[in-house]
Structure formats: structure tokens, C-alpha cells
């Protein structure tokens, strides 16, 4: 049994990190560009090492690597070769196990050995355009397949304990994923950005996008990421009533609105009003919590700590 299946068996809820460039911009990074935190992975790894470990010491389980906007297609448009591509992905998930060695050397006492998720994005993460939370590519299938495919095959050997299928939009994605995933050897999650309490982000019913993960061999956990946090308590249902043998993942944003025009975010939601939302996530089914945009460490402590009284 898999560290990341084990880890489901017990009866607490597994406890995710935030968002990895919230709190890489709160560390004073610059991710104005196309390639956002993974582009770190070349001007500053330390900073990638240090906004995990962030996580880590407030209490996540799982830290997720710097890869969700990794890619061949990304990397080459700066001048890189995909065999460099390929090295610093596999780098990604490096430093996230450095971070992990550092928090266990600095907490020997600590019980459980926290997990490491290879974050790969949707197609729509590479074009850099928000088309993540449409799903309206407009590419054929195959460019999709040539996407995930080699992602897929290199961080399915990279040593992860999971792997992170995140922000999924549509329903043709998610069904070449659910293809290639039943090729890959370490045991993945898929989880949906949704517009609504009813449907993903190009607007299929949630229950018909989780369904093809129904009996799935390597797919052990269905949910969603980077959606309202209102959403979420129908979300975890409907999910739960389409998958039931699998667990339910829920990490919304913070409920923020982004402005894609200025790179602007509206709204206030504190790290207390995500913590009680979260007791209500995993009220209503959710195995495994955490948060995702504008979500940073104090949430994920106060969710923690919600969550064990």
C-alpha cells in the first residue's frame, strides 16, 4: 500500500498546503509571467524550499511541487530544450522533498511522514490565459494527449506520492486523463475547477465528469480545487454519489474574485471564516482539504486546527 493510501485509511481528514504562489508572492517573488511558479524553479529554488516548508510548519500533510504551469510547450518558448524541461520538473519535486527532510530534521517528534503531490495543470494552465476555469481550448484532442503524456510518464517516476491532476475545466480533458492515468504506477487524484454548486467549469454536470473515475485503478480521490468555497458543500455530495469508492477532495480558493485584466483580486475572506467553511467540506463527505488561489499558511493552520477539536 501506497504512503498516499495509507494515509486515506486513517479516520482524520488529510490536510493539504495552500496555494503555492500565494505564498511564493507573499515571500516577495515575481510571477508576472507566462510560466508563474514554476519559473522560480530557474531564478529561485530556495523560495520554492522555503513556501513549502512555510506549509509544512502549519500543519499540512501533503505540500504540492512547483510544477503546475511546468511543461515542455512553456519551457521551450523560453529557449530551453525538453530534456532541460523535463529536469527541472523532476527538480520540482526535489525541492519539495528537501523542504520535507528540513521540517522532519527541525520536528523529529513528528508522527507522520507528510506527502508530496506532483502538481500537473490542465492544458489551459500552459496557455496562461485563465482558460483553466473555461476548458475552451479549442485544440484537438492529440494536442491535449501531447501535453499530459509526457508529463504524466516523468513525474509518474519521479518518486511523488501522488499525483495532482488539478483545475481540470472540461469533460474531454478529464476523459484523456482518465485514459492516460490507467497507464501511470503511482496512485493520483483529479480534481475540477466548477462554475457552479452543479457543474465544471465548461459545464457538464459534475456527477458525469467524476463518473469516469468510478472504479478507476489508479484515480483514488475525485474533487475540486480552485472554486468558490460556497460551491463546495453540494460539490462534495454530488461527487461522492458519482464516486463512492473513491475519496473526496475538496481545496477551494478563498472565494476572492480575480480580475484577469489587471491581475487584481476583490474581496476578503480571513483564515477563521476558511477554517469553519472546512468543517462544513468535510461535514458534507471530503476525505481530503486544504485550499488553493489566496489561501496561504494561516489558513491552512486554522483549517488544521479546526479540524482536530
Not at 90 to 104: I, N, T
Not at 223 to 247: E, F, H
Request: hydrophobic residues 45%; proline residues 6%; negative net charge.
Amino acid at each position: 500500500m501506497s504512503d498516499f493510501v495509507a494515509a486515506l485509511e486513517r479516520d482524520a481528514p488529510l490536510l493539504l498546503d495552500g496555494g503555492l504562489a500565494t505564498q511564493l508572492e507573499a515571500q516577495g517573488c515575481d510571477l508576472g509571467n507566462a510560466l508563474w511558479s514554476a519559473s522560480l524553479l530557474l531564478d529561485n529554488p530556495q523560495a520554492i524550499i522555503d513556501a513549502n516548508r512555510a506549509y509544512l510548519d502549519a500543519g499540512a500533510e501533503c505540500i504540492a511541487t512547483a510544477s503546475y504551469q511546468a511543461s515542455r510547450e512553456g519551457f521551450a518558448r523560453i529557449g530551453l530544450s525538453a530534456r532541460a524541461a523535463d529536469d527541472l520538473m523532476r527538480l520540482s519535486v526535489d525541492l519539495a522533498a528537501r523542504a520535507r527532510d528540513e521540517f522532519l530534521a527541525a520536528n523529529p517528534d513528528n508522527k507522520f511522514r507528510p506527502l508530496i503531490a506532483a502538481s500537473v495543470g490542465p492544458y489551459g494552465a500552459i496557455l496562461h490565459d485563465a482558460s483553466e476555469y473555461r476548458g475552451d481550448y479549442g485544440v484537438a484532442v492529440e494536442t491535449l494527449r501531447q501535453c499530459h503524456e509526457s508529463r504524466l510518464q516523468l513525474f509518474d517516476a519521479s518518486g511523488a506520492d501522488v499525483l495532482a491532476l488539478e483545475t481540470i475545466p472540461s469533460l474531454p480533458e478529464a476523459e484523456l486523463l482518465a485514459e492516460l492515468l490507467a497507464q501511470c504506477t503511482t496512485p493520483s487524484w483529479v480534481s475540477f475547477s466548477c462554475r457552479d454548486e452543479q457543474h465544471i467549469s465548461d459545464g457538464t454536470p459534475v456527477e458525469e465528469a467524476a463518473g469516469l473515475f468510478r472504479g478507476h485503478p489508479n484515480v483514488v480521490a475525485v474533487g475540486i480545487n480552485c472554486t468558490p468555497p460556497q460551491y463546495a458543500p453540494a460539490l462534495i455530495r454530488r461527487i461522492r454519489r458519482a464516486v463512492p469508492d473513491k475519496a473526496v477532495i475538496a481545496y477551494p480558493n478563498s472565494g476572492e474574485i480575480y480580475d484577469v485584466d489587471d491581475n487584481s483580486w476583490s474581496g476578503t475572506v480571513t483564515p477563521l471564516d476558511c477554517a469553519m467553511a472546512a468543517t462544513e467540506w468535510v461535514a458534507a463527505g471530503a476525505k481530503i482539504v486544504g485550499g488553493c488561489c489566496r489561501m496561504g499558511p494561516a489558513h491552512i493552520r486554522k483549517i488544521g486546527e479546526a479540524l482536530a477539536s
